[in-house]
């Protein structure tokens, strides 16, 4: 699955934004997904992640309230809504497709392959 993030940009703290990631091939509900993020001299975050069928998320506590993840497989798309952003949501997101076995940790999710080029999210304080 070839996946493409964008949705990322400049934006003040309070503010919104929505990250899409569009998967290629006719497989894309079979896979889970899962949104990570990586800050600068920090390490990489799973932030969220949703089932195959859209019907168990995840989303990481540093996020929860805040951000919601959702998925349109007749779209092949995957979404990240984004509220209330801080300063200290401002990293390069990456999604992934991967299998997950619905739980917090790190590790649950095994991307397929490398990861993509992200999408940067730059919150102003």
């Known amino acids: 699955v070839q996946l493409q993030a964008s949705g990322g940009g400049l934006v003040q703290a309070g503010g919104s934004l929505r990250l899409s990631c569009t998967g290629s091939g006719h497989t894309f509900s079979r896979y889970a997904m899962g949104w990570f993020r990586q800050a600068p001299g920090k390490e990489r975050e799973f932030a969220a992640a949703i089932s195959g069928s859209g019907g168990n998320t995840y989303v990481a506590d540093s996020v929860k309230g805040r951000f919601t993840i959702t998925r349109d497989n007749a779209q092949n798309t995957v979404y990240l809504q984004m509220n209330s952003l801080k300063y200290e949501d401002t990293a390069v997101y990456y999604c992934?497709?991967?299998?997950?076995?619905?739980?917090?940790?790190?590790?649950?999710?095994?991307?397929?392959?490398?990861w993509g080029q992200g999408t940067q999210v730059t919150v102003s304080s």
């Open positions: 992934a497709a991967g299998s997950w076995d619905g739980s917090h940790y790190y590790s649950a999710f095994r991307p397929f392959g490398p």
